[in-house]
């Protein structure tokens, strides 16, 4: 026997690397098809599209935005393709893998640069100057060198001035060039400074220049081979995590706003900052409805309101639990007239949507306010009757739910119960509701869900002076009569937030686990 | 206790599932009830469990009328073919469940679970849930459970499909011991005639909802009722022929244009006396191989059994299954000469399917 090669013998088959030539081509292919697809959907949104929609009118429209992300993403799009692309297509090959990357990497911003440079865009843009260059020194901003026949020269500024103010606001370096740059061409800026110690005031009309911002060029490459590199070494088996990370970037971010914007006086993005725009302003302001005080003028009973939505979820989810279960007992595993009847028109009942019932349940609830005893319970204006209508309108989606739990169980379970020695009652107490335990919970959790974070039907069902839940009150807060507080807005929605939170910590394991069953088949 | 069933029937709208059945099934008997699929013989069972009403008839258990009382009312036992242990419970929970319903106190209970379990042999598996146990074990439980309150009637729905076929095998004699041992009266649903044939004092074999038989084993095997036990009883399966039965020199013979071949059984005459075409049948292994003999046909396809070569032989337009000696090495395209043992002979009038001989 000769010796066989080992790759044929062990292992499925791969299939052969392939040659050099095909590979590259392939990778050119892939790329160039990339790079005409993304620019070719962005020219579609700017061009034509954008025409279309144009007579909406509106200033950055979504085709627009399109257009610039595509053009935006796809120096990145191409780099990460590379990258990835060449690495399934020439396998080992790893030093032409980089050499490759690199090389795209490189060509892509030098092209990207050139087309700015050409077009007078992006980076080679105008920008407004006063043609002088200054540095940070303890006094205030010094002036180290001005341009010959510049705004700064014409408006008489000489080397060692330091200037302290624009008009009364004191400036350091930054703030002085974000000020420059932000101001019109020809605006004048009035330059409050030291010259010899003496303070002058002079005026600087700032003029528009052709300039090349090299920093943004800079990190332009940069950001290039940052990426490049990212794609390079990421596992492959990482990439569906980063996907699912940077889609879900925009939630994480927001919920880190939630949290850090209650405690801020103010946000700068996701930094806290206090009134005069500086790092900080840390505070326990926004939470100071927990004391029954909101903002400096109104009080607020905020456990009375929460009780109310705990109220509204807790009778909510008990009587949802009770009347689903049986309900779907009923229509799993006995036969009665109207049966298929009752099934469809749940169905129907749960596309209702709760806006066109509005007027329908005022007067329903008002007729039932008329009851005596039940009519205060039930009635409009209050609690109980904010309950009964979101019961009603969990209910068809509870039964059916349920119906399909019961389903899942087989026949044996109860026959086996029966035999047991079980009424039917005490079957289903103890046999069947707890191998549904799983579908118990999970309705449970979105009655209570949909009772705590309900607003339409207290909003409409609850009115007067009395405030009904938490959803009401965040509305309430984001009154047109006055300056909205965001930060504090925030600070309610964690507030509502914090018993939802709660749940799904402690709820999830039910809810992921699948109950292993003990009948053979069920897994 | 012994079980008295006259003229049961179950409707289920115009179905008509279980058609007036009657069985008498003695104190301490077992009892098989065998058919295909859909023959009936679990909405029976469920009749005599108390979990369908029926729609005519009488069930006595002993003296007692039993038709209207539930299933908690009936002290019997059942094991289910998904054995439908309750899997939020432990298997003790499981076994005590019947017994906690009784309200027996727990010490008892518990004297009771463990007294069974050590005789179904899973002591030691007491505290896991079934979702713990294997196909085995849950089967055990079951079993556990069903006897744990001493029932007078003990009922098996398939227990044993869902097992693998050793496993089947081991389990098949352990419940048969067990039965015997505590002399329950049992009623065994199946639709595997092994199981039924080696397990049960009497056989009712059913189709489509009528009882067909209700005989031993034996007489099920030697001696075929109908014309649909000759064929669902027994594997491979009885070979059928229509013949003419006549008498020449040498006593009675069956003919066909295939073939021809005496018989000389118990009560010839009542089979002499039937006018015009009679089936008959042959079990396969009352064929031998004999190359002397009259009747010659192709062979076929040739299985082997391992004991035996199971042949499919060709005469003209009739086909015959027979076992060989694997020793003679049949190959299909073989030409064989069958001979038939003219004692085993049976047969049937194709116009009512019973027996001519019974």
Known sequence: MTVTDPTMVAGPRKAPPLALGTALWRLLRDIVLLAVAMLGVSWVFREILANATSAVNVEESFTTVIADTMIFTLPFALVIVTALRSRSLLKNRRGLIIGITMLVALAVQTISVGQQALTQTGAYGTQTSVQFTTEQADEGVL????????????????????????????????????????????????????????????????????????????????????????????????????????????????????????????????????TTGNFGGLTLDNWSFLSGQMGARNQLDIWGVTLNSAMIAVV?????????????????RMNFPGRRGFLSM??????????????????????????????????????????????????????????????????????????????????????????????????????????????????????????????????????EMQPVNWNQVAAVGLYQLIPILLLFVFAQEYLLNIYAGGTKGSS | MQVDIQNLTKKFGNVVAVDSLNLDIKSGEFVAFLGPSGCGKTTTLLM??????????????????????????????????????YPHMTAYSNIAYPLKLKGISKNEQNIRVQRVADVMGIGHLLDRRPSQLSGGQQQRVALGRALVKEPDLLLFDEPLSNLDARLRLTMRGEIKHLQ????????????????????????????????????????????????????????????????????????????????????????????????????????????????????????????????????????????????????????PGDTVGLRFNPERLQFYDPQTNQSLVW
């Open chain 2, 48 to 85: 005599v469990a108390g979990i369908y009403k029926p729609t005519d008839g009488i069930m006595r258990f002993g003296d007692v009328v039993v038709n209207q009382l539930q299933p908690r009312e009936r002290n019997i036992g059942m094991v289910f073919q998904s054995y439908a242990l």
């Open chain 1, 143 to 274: 002036v180290t060198a001005i341009e010959a026949g510049g705004a700064a020269e014409q408006a008489g500024i000489l080397v060692g001035d330091v200037i302290t103010a624009i008009r009364r606001d004191v400036v350091d370096k930054a703030a002085l060039d974000t000020a420059i740059l932000q101001s019109d061409d020809g605006a004048v800026l009035r330059f409050r400074l030291l010259r010899d110690g003496e303070e002058q005031q002079i005026p600087v009309t700032v003029t528009s220049i052709s300039g090349v911002n090299t920093t943004s060029i800079y990190m332009g490459y940069v950001a290039l081979f940052v990426t490049a590199i990212l794609a390079l070494a990421i596992p492959f088996g990482w990439i569906p995590y980063v996907l699912l990370i940077s889609f879900l970037m925009p939630l994480f971010l927001g919920y880190a706003w939630l949290i850090i914007a209650t405690f801020s006086q103010r946000t700068e993005g996701l930094l806290p900052v206090d």
């Open chain 2, 180 to 331: 015997r041992d505590l002399g329950i009266t049992s009623i065994y649903v199946t639709h595997d005639q092994i199981e039924a044939l080696t397990m049960a004092d009497r056989i009712a074999v059913m189709n489509q909802g009528k009882l067909e038989a209700f005989d031993t084993p034996e007489g099920l095997y030697e001696r075929p009722k109908t014309l649909f036990i000759a064929g669902f009883v027994g594997n491979p399966p009885m070979n059928f022929v229509d013949v003419e039965v006549s008498q020449n020199g040498a006593g009675p013979v069956a003919t066909n244009n295939d073939l021809k071949t005496h018989f000389t059984i118990d009560q010839v005459e009542k089979v002499l006396a039937h006018k015009g075409p009679v089936t008959m049948g042959i079990r396969p292994e009352d064929i031998v191989v004999d190359d002397g003999s009259d009747i010659r046909g192709e062979v076929y396809l040739v299985e082997p059994l391992g004991r035996d070569d199971l042949i499919d032989v060709r005469i003209g337009d009739t086909r015959m299954l027979a076992l060989s000696d694997p020793k003679l090495k049949i190959q």
């Open chain 1, 346 to 479: 749940t169905l129907i009942l749960h596309s209702f949507p709760a806006v066109t019932l509005l007027i329908p349940i005022f007067i329903v609830l008002q007729n039932i306010g008329h009851i005596p005893l039940i009519g205060d319970l039930f009635g409009f204006n209050t609690i109980g009757g904010v309950a009964l209508i979101m019961v009603a309108f969990e209910l068809p989606l509870g039964i059916w739910l349920m119906k399909g739990f019961f389903d899942g169980i087989s026949w044996d379970m109860e026959r086996s119960a029966m035999i047991d020695g079980a009424t039917r009652w005490r079957t289903f107490f103890e046999i069947i509701l707890p191998q549904i335990r799983p579908g118990l919970l999970a309705l449970g959790i979105f009655s209570f869900l949909g009772g705590w974070n309900t607003y339409l039907i207290p909003a409409t069902f609850m009115v007067g002076t009395r405030t009904s839940n938490l959803p009401v009150l965040i509305r309430d807060l984001t009154g």
């Open chain 1, 316 to 332: 909510m989810t008990v009587i949802v639990l009770l009347v689903a279960s049986m309900a779907g007992y009923a229509l799993s």
